[in-house]
């Protein structure tokens, strides 16, 4: 709550550092991304994330916390430091969920991984690698028209968001929060959305969030041939062309 002399009082967290940031952080009411991303990374400093550090985490972002942040920071810091069979894996290497005593290099890989992109998925050819998409996020709206099925056996996922694009375009837009530093977090759910499909359009389960919302950030980084077109989602077009949309590229990511 506010005092009287209109500073914000914290109160629910025991450790120093993080009680001294929040006092900083929430004076405008809410945390930021990239304010949640200073915090969780100053557990990793001193090299070791302390059970009285990992339980001030856990309250800051639980469903039910006194603090306000946008919903895709609150979902991607609860992915950092609740369990998330997710975490198991960093780049290839064993990594794992937070625990009291955990390193502080954990901490950063799974601050690089819900909040920066950072975990790329395993190639399935020597001919590709990742490359950086210039790309628009959308370019116009998105439609069926998005759709190339590249070098992966996925077209009912792809199938699926097109169809959805093609009737309901703000339905996908809506899935994508763009960082503003060459990143984007992606809305996904699981459990029951209800009807999909009511009077010819997409009903509002999939716009409203009914069921759970999960997030995922993924990089501009994208599988690509030698010459720069795109292996998988948008086969065909170049990962260095402006005029490249990205949306279904970066979803399949």
Not at 40 to 59: K, M, N, P, W, Y
Not at 225 to 249: C, I, K, M, Q, V
């Amino acid at each position: 709550p506010d005092n009287p002399q209109g500073d914000i009082t914290i109160i629910g967290i025991n450790y120093g550092g993080i009680h001294q940031l929040m006092q900083t952080f929430y004076a405008d009411g809410s945390i930021d991304r990239n304010e949640m991303i200073q915090l969780l990374r100053s557990a990793a400093i001193d090299g070791t994330v302390t059970a009285t550090e990992l339980a001030d985490f856990r309250f800051i972002v639980a469903a039910n916390s006194p603090f306000s942040m946008p919903d895709h920071v609150r979902g991607l810091a609860r992915n950092v430091v609740y369990d998330n069979p997710a975490n198991l894996k960093f780049q290839g290497q064993t990594a794992g969920n937070l625990s009291a005593g955990s390193s502080g290099d954990l901490m950063n890989q799974l601050v690089d991984k819900w909040f920066l992109g950072a975990d790329l998925p395993t190639l399935t050819s020597p001919t590709i690698s990742y490359r950086y998409a210039v790309g628009s996020l959308f370019n116009g709206a998105s439609t069926i028209a998005d759709s190339r099925q590249g070098m992966l056996g996925d077209c009912y996922f792809l199938a699926s968001l097109v169809s959805i694009a093609q009737v309901n375009p703000t339905a996908i837009q809506n899935m994508f929060t763009d960082n503003g530093d060459g990143t984007f977090t992606i809305r996904f759910y699981q459990g029951s959305l209800g009807l999909f499909w009511q009077g010819g359009l997409i009903s509002a389960g999939f716009l409203s969030g009914s069921g759970v919302a999960d997030y995922v950030t993924v990089s501009r980084d994208l599988p690509t041939f030698s010459n720069g077109g795109l292996a998988y989602s948008g086969y065909g077009r170049s990962a260095l062309s402006a005029d490249t949309p990205l949306w279904l590229a970066l979803a399949e990511k």
